[in-house]
């Protein structure tokens, strides 16, 4: 006995994780679906009854993931989460996540406590001075150069495979990899809206970059301040001998490829060796407590909220550790 596809009229109904929604058999078009948001396969090749004279009959079934209702457009079937703290991976999405182990050409990342951890490749990784080549053994034997386990690294979601549950990613571009020197707070995932850019640069008055992971995941740090490359400040010398440092937008608008990877690089390196002063230590904790303050009250964390926050507690005099005693005053009105 096997369950074909729902019908539209049973289409709707209330599924938790592991439940299965409906059954294809290969070869029966009419039992075919195709898989959505939400929901995984198994794939049975139908060897386990003898007694079954259609025991050949390779079968595929489509389970729940997430709890929440079923939604059916024509054989498109998908699962419509309960509640949106669940993070449900799509490719193209901004991540922050933690390496978990080194294995054989590529990390384990986790992205959340509740899902198999994700896989980085090697050959999806930046190679330092952006150098474009085959990864070879003594890259394999390297890894723990790149990355090591404990490291928090902002990547993309590049694929997800068939089965609904395996992750990979890529932190091919520049503008992904290891993170360091700054902040991490984790707030629910229902609370970072999708928006175009989840990286943020310059964030209040040029103080800070804030990376807003997908997965609720949140880094933030001091602004970079880019360091002039030898062939842009040799164009500029003579209008600008008393500059030493311009927004990172403006030193990287004349380069490309591996001259751009480099002086990146070198920015990321200067980061994370150079301590950070006392003001800038309290303006960091101040921005933490603000992600705070909107993750106790279940506010949405947006460049919007995080700027009338920050701002109402300089407003109000207080301290960064004196946010989280008052969190109702610094988020009333939002």
């Not at 078009?29 to 898989?35: A, C, G, I, K, N």
């Amino acid at each position: 006995n096997t369950m074909s596809m729902l019908s539209s009229s049973a289409s709707s109904h209330f599924v938790i994780p592991g439940q299965l929604i409906a059954v294809s058999e290969e070869g029966n078009e009419e039992s075919s679906f195709l898989r959505g948001h939400g929901t995984y396969l198994e794939h049975d090749d139908g060897g386990n009854n003898n007694n079954n004279n259609n025991n050949d009959t390779r079968t595929t079934s489509l389970r729940a993931s997430v709890t929440g209702t079923v939604q059916r457009v024509n054989k498109l079937i998908s699962v419509l989460p309960l509640t949106h703290n669940r993070y449900e991976s799509h490719v193209g999405d901004l991540v922050v996540g933690r390496i978990t182990a080194v294995s054989f050409n590529r990390w384990k990342v986790q992205l959340v406590s509740y899902q198999p951890s994700a896989a980085l490749p090697l050959s999806g990784v930046h190679l330092p001075g952006g150098v474009q080549r085959v990864r070879t053994l003594q890259d394999a034997r390297d890894m723990r150069t790149f990355l090591k386990e404990g490291d928090l690294v902002s990547a993309e979601v590049h694929k997800i495979l068939n089965d609904g549950v395996t992750v990979q990613l890529h932190t091919r571009s520049t503008r992904y990899g290891k993170l360091e020197n700054g902040c991490f707070v984790t707030v629910p995932p229902g609370l970072i809206p999708k928006r175009k850019s989840h990286f943020v640069s310059k964030f209040i008055d040029g103080r800070f970059d804030i990376l807003l992971g997908c997965n609720g995941w949140i880094w933030m740090q001091r602004a970079v301040q880019a360091t002039n490359h030898p062939s842009a400040q040799d164009n500029t010398s003579n209008s600008h001998n008393d500059i030493t440092t311009t927004t990172t937008e403006e030193t990287t608008a004349s380069l490309g490829g591996p001259e751009l990877a480099q002086l990146q690089e070198a920015q990321r390196d200067q980061h994370a060796q150079t301590p950070y002063s006392l003001q800038e230590r309290q303006q960091l904790a101040r921005l933490r407590n603000t992600v705070e303050c909107l993750r106790l009250t279940s506010t949405p964390v947006t460049l919007e909220t995080m700027q009338k926050v920050y701002h109402e507690s300089i407003r109000q005099t207080m301290e960064p550790f004196q946010m989280l005693q008052h969190v109702l005053p610094l988020t009333q009105g939002l």
